[in-house]
């Protein structure tokens, strides 16, 4: 009979939900849980520290694929060491880009809420300047 914690404590130490638990085991982020005489998951600690990584990692919006890359590293020691800064580098660029998108999207909101406000500043207008400004673009 295996012994251990159970999947609704290991959602507790870890902070990821009963399903994304068993959504991890399915997909195979992390090993098959064992099971105790009456068939329930049971976890071990190094169970919940890979959940504790993985739950880390994906609040970081590192993709499943990624993750899987990440923690796969795990297992290789040392010799991953380079490997994992890379990937994290090559995240570091993609969130850099989608704030240089963010940023631009900021502006060009600023600019239309400016223009309507601009517009609409003695009363609402009869055509509203954003719609104009989204469809002439």
Do not use: Q, W
Request: proline share 3%; charged share 30%.
């Amino acid at each position: 009979m295996a012994t251990g914690i159970t999947i609704g404590e290991a959602a507790r130490r870890s902070g990821c939900p009963v399903a994304t638990i068993r959504y991890y085991e399915e997909v195979g982020l992390l090993r098959p849980a064992a099971r105790s005489a009456a068939g329930r998951r049971v976890f071990g600690m190094p169970d919940i520290e890979r959940l504790r990584l993985i739950r880390r990692l994906r609040t970081m919006d590192i993709g499943l694929d990624a993750v899987r890359e990440l923690v796969d590293a795990m297992g290789r020691g040392g010799a991953a060491c380079l490997d994992v800064r890379d990937m994290a580098l090559a995240h570091l660029e993609a969130v850099r880009a989608r704030r240089a998108e963010l940023d631009a999207l900021d502006r060009t909101l600023t600019r239309l809420t400016a223009t309507c406000s601009a517009a609409c500043k003695d009363g609402p207008d009869a055509s509203c300047t954003i719609i104009a400004d989204l469809i002439a673009a």
